[in-house]
């Protein structure tokens, strides 16, 4: 493809009625980005809150894992069908759709009386942020016309998707322990019912011909599934138990399967054409490595400053603030530079000082300050991610057909949903390993010593499970790097200022 052009289709609006730059694309930008907010928001509003919905509803410690995994899998491994269903009912009927079930899901997840409704709320919460979030961004895709109105319109989709998963443990805290858990559910409501009126701006995309691939939507979810599953069976039980082996099989026969049935299939939910542009499957690798360490960082940071430092959730959430300060300036000024410096030279460096950060955070100890570890770590981990989000969003959407808009955009959160739970999966696993090597059962040891004022316990425990986490953090530093080395090799795309060929000069 053109090193540095957007495929025209995918710039001009779907209808005759927009008129770029007006106050009507304004007001259609701020509903898009509220909903983007809170969508990505809720992937990590619950992390904070975690510890009281174990102690209110009495969820087990291998169940409480999947609270968080539950929605990640939900969104990531539908995605696709909600790209595609967009592309085929209406992108908006679609982003209206999805944003009504995620507010009716955050309803139940408020009111949920245990675990198990607890989980099947963030399932549905899933369903239908995979519903809204591909619609969003085709939305603006074939709004915005290429060049800075697109890039400023990607900058602002870009930021709330960076800082949306650090306001989310902001907002956990304070929701957490000003009112209760169940306000980190209850505060997506009016959020949702402002977005859904505020739909009225958005104006109906055209739809396009064929049909949803049922069948690539339950092999490709149901093999995320089984292999998130399997990982985290294997770090319980060990990797040649009979369970753990029947779902690694299963997640094998389902992905291969959902393979097939993509290149097979004339309809299907990932077009197999989109990974022949090299810059758009780079930037789908990289965002699976972002997202398998970001989410990762999140998790162990979350648990290391409430489980070691003892602080309380909102000041957890509080301490959050330098992510929150050098995502937003990084993105900002990513988006600037878009328009001048090829993506892999922004997207590149940025990677490497997050990993940076994560080398810095895995030199943490029981006693580590904030102000002189922590606080500068977070800004430095969080710069570096900040600059990748623009210039992988702009890669991922860059000389897309039209009628495909909408699954590309899907793919690029697929990735980091995905990556997320499977990095998360991963690096759990490793760091639970780690810390019970130096002290078995280590995170109960340290509950058994709080509860027993046996400080000396509590101080061996505090030892293992910072050794884990450190262990984590390298191998969270290690997804960062493995993304530059994707962004060196695959991602080639120029300068996104450009008006396009017509887009026939770049299909498949």
């Not at 493809?1 to 730059?21: C, E, I, N, V």
């Not at 599953?229 to 299963?250: M, N, P």
Request: proline share 4%.
């Amino acid at each position: 493809m053109s090193a540095d052009t957007t495929t025209a289709a995918s710039a001009r609006p779907d209808t005759a009625g927009t008129s770029p730059g007006g106050r009507h694309l304004g007001l259609a930008l701020f509903v898009i980005a509220a909903a983007q907010l809170m969508v990505v928001l809720d992937a990590t509003i619950t992390n904070i809150a975690l510890p009281s919905i174990q102690t209110d509803l009495g969820v087990s410690d291998a169940n409480l894992a999947w609270i968080v995994n539950a929605y990640a899998l939900a969104f990531g491994g539908l995605l696709l069908l909600g790209g595609r269903a967009g592309d085929l009912f209406g992108r908006r009927r679609m982003f209206q759709t999805g944003t009504a079930v995620f507010t009716l899901a955050s309803l139940l997840g408020g009111l949920a009386p245990n675990e198990s409704v607890l989980i099947s709320a963030r399932i549905l919460q899933g369903v239908g942020a995979a519903l809204a979030a591909p619609s969003a961004l085709a939305l603006i895709t074939t709004t915005f016309p290429a060049g800075k109105p697109r890039n400023t319109a990607m900058g602002v989709y870009a930021a709330m998707g960076g800082l949306g998963a650090t306001v989310g443990l902001l907002l956990g805290g304070v929701l957490t322990d000003v009112l209760d858990w169940r306000w980190v559910f209850f505060i997506n409501i009016p959020i949702g019912l402002a977005v859904l009126f505020g739909t009225k701006t958005l104006v109906e995309a055209e739809r396009h011909p064929g049909r949803l691939d049922i069948p690539g939507a339950i092999t490709g979810t149901g093999g995320l599934i089984a292999l998130v599953y399997a990982i985290t069976r294997g770090g319980e039980h060990g990797w040649t138990d009979s369970l753990t082996l029947t779902s690694f099989t299963s997640a094998a026969a389902l992905l291969i399967g959902f393979l097939l049935l993509q290149a097979r299939t004339t309809d299907a939910m990932m077009p197999l054409r989109l990974f022949k542009d090299r810059t758009r499957w780079g930037s789908y690798a990289t965002m699976l490595f972002i997202g398998a360490g970001m989410f990762a960082t999140f998790y162990f940071l979350t648990l290391y400053m409430q489980l070691i430092l003892r602080y309380s959730p909102v000041k957890t959430g509080c301490a959050y603030l330098p992510f929150s300060a050098g995502m937003g300036i990084a993105a900002a000024v990513s988006s600037k530079m878009a328009a001048h410096v090829t993506p892999r030279l922004i997207a590149g460096p940025g990677l490497l000082v997050a990993a940076v950060g994560m080398f810095w955070f895995a030199a943490l100890e029981p006693d580590s300050s904030y102000p002189a570890h922590l606080m500068p770590a977070m800004f430095v981990t969080a710069l570096g991610l900040g600059m990748s989000f623009v210039p992988l969003t702009l890669g991922a959407v860059s000389g897309v057909a039209h009628q495909d808009a909408g699954i590309a955009s899907a793919l690029l959160n697929t990735a980091q949903q995905i990556g997320g739970a499977l990095g998360l999966a991963v690096l759990s696993t490793i760091s639970t390993s780690a810390a019970n090597e130096k002290l078995p059962e280590a995170a109960s040891t340290l509950y058994q010593g709080l509860a027993a004022k046996d400080f000396q316990l509590v101080a061996k425990a505090a030892e293992a499970l910072t050794d884990g986490y450190t262990v984590a953090f390298l191998g969270a530093g290690a997804m960062f790097l493995a993304g530059l080395a994707v962004t060196a090799l695959a991602i080639n795309a120029g300068k996104q200022h450009h008006t396009e060929k017509p887009a026939a000069a770049h299909m498949g």
